[in-house]
């Protein structure tokens, strides 16, 4: 988009960012300010029943799930999280607690005439589980709005029904975690979005009307503020509840109320995306609802394009190739692999494609990088995920068009040397390539991938680039707070070794082929725990930026402390280099200050090259 398209975008928007605001986001943290708590320090793995059974989610179904993935080696592959979604409540009680359907599960009824999930979640951890639970942050659960015919939805009167979070966070969670013993909640957002007056759900079913805080695709009227505030309670209660870190929260309003800049400062894994569904169009909405923002995951923190729906219409058994395409996107994104299917009859060739050790470990690497979008023409993406061994790779190659395509990665995308012999192996082949110099290069027929480890000598022969370790970035404030979430979009997201609308890093003519593309009034936090001595780079504004786009003030801090500061640098500057020890630093913050007006677009600012050493 045009930079006077955004200026007409600005002018008219209303949600603007205040200059107190924004001078507040810029101040140094002094820490490495994500969540920091929870039990995922790689992306979680398990089960799902609401695509298999929706609110048909019973003891017995989920048992004999628990078999199939027991008996069927998915256990083992590390799948462990078994999850019930909505549909297990029957009320509220009088006294503000809930009543579990006991039709449904028998196992929760207890000698005294209540209701308990303990025996439920003591079953699942005797034999290595864990156990997960579903609520929402608001009164209502999304059943209660798209499911209203099921004989499953909670009973009685309009407060009974009232099963949601919202009024009860800290009761509701203590008996969750600390009662029944649960280790995952999945916490929806339907009661805030779907219960306004004159919804269905108000005008049939007789639910309270409550105002919408999230209006799906509106950004105006969508309240973000009210909507983190009350993900983050849930988020601090968790913590509390859970001295041992030993649980997971997933937070889940579908991309709404800008999760994308929260949800890891409250939570595990945030939903970037709507409810996926069984087809190919759904499956690449979701993935390209987290495909570019690389620079927001990391251990303990996941961008969530929702459950596989692998085993599931377009990616059942007949349609192997676009299985495996589906399964090898989720792991080089690091994304949380939840099965959705009835494992219970999965072929076993599906068993046996999600069983991949090689590809889940892409998954689970410890490093927690996402994969970085490197290629992105004419129907061909190329991904490349930095591993934790030095040098190491893993490669997705997507023919994502309807035809027959080549695609191709070289040394410099993958941050190795020009000349460096590529030792490449095939993950779903599970072969060894021939180790060349060169690009490696595939014929792909449509919707096919390739999924590789290649290894090879790092670009950076002392330490390592920004954009090989964004596992250990946190964007701490992006530039854009406060705009209008169109706005927000139309501008781009700040990106590893491009711009936020994606275009190659250059300052003053001189390109780059590595660095953080990011809006100006940003901020940065750099996880290095002390173990590097120096932080490199070269910086300035982006080419094309106006002249009138305002001087940009740049500042490197260690631990609070500031380390260093530019004098202000404008449009078509040359590139100022930094070269600063950091031994013994934690936190290495990155900010870049302008002295716009609030409402002003900032404009980009590179840090070219930036590398610890």
Known sequence: MTRWLLALLLSTTTAMASGSERHDALQPSGRFSVYGHGAAATPPMGFNPWNAFRTEVDQARIEAVVDAIQQRGLQAAGYRYINIDDGW???????GQIEIRT????????????????????ALHARGFKAGLYTDIGRNACSQAFDRHSPNL????VAEREIGLQGFEASDLEVMFQDWGFDYLKVDACGLADFGAGSEPVVESGHRALRPLIVRDDVVRTDRDAVETQYARVGRLLADLNPDNDYVLSICPWGQADVRRWGGEHGNLWRTSPDIEPTWDSMLHNFDSASRRELYAGPGRWNDPDMLAVGLGDFDAKHLAQAR?????????????????????APQPLVELLTNPEVIAVDQDPAGNQANLVVDTDGIQVLVKPLATRGERAVVLFNRGNSKAVAQVDAAQLKLQPDSLLHARDLWRRQDLPARTGPLRFALAPRETVMLKVSGTPVVSSGQLLSEMTGRIHVAADGLPGYSLDLAAAAGTPRADFTPDGQPLRIAGTPYRYGIGIHADSRLEVRTDGGFSRFIASVGLQDGEPAHAGK????????ARLLYESAPRAAGEAPLPIDLPISGVGVLEL?????????????????????LR
């Open 89 to 95: 409540w029957l009320r509220r009680k009088a006294d």
């Open 103 to 122: 039709s449904m599960f028998p196992i929760a009824k207890t000698g005294d005439g209540g209701t308990s999930f303990r025996a439920w979640t003591d």
């Open 154 to 157: 909670p009973v009685g009167s």
């Open 325 to 345: 395409t589906h399964f090898s996107l989720w792991a080089i994104l690091s994304a949380p692999l939840l099965l959705g299917f009835d494992v219970r009859h």
């Open 552 to 559: 940009v003030i740049f500042r490197v801090y260690g631990d």
């Open 591 to 611: 900010v870049a200050v302008t002295g716009a007006r609030a409402g002003t677009l900032p404009p980009v600012v590179a840090w070219a090259d930036a590398r």
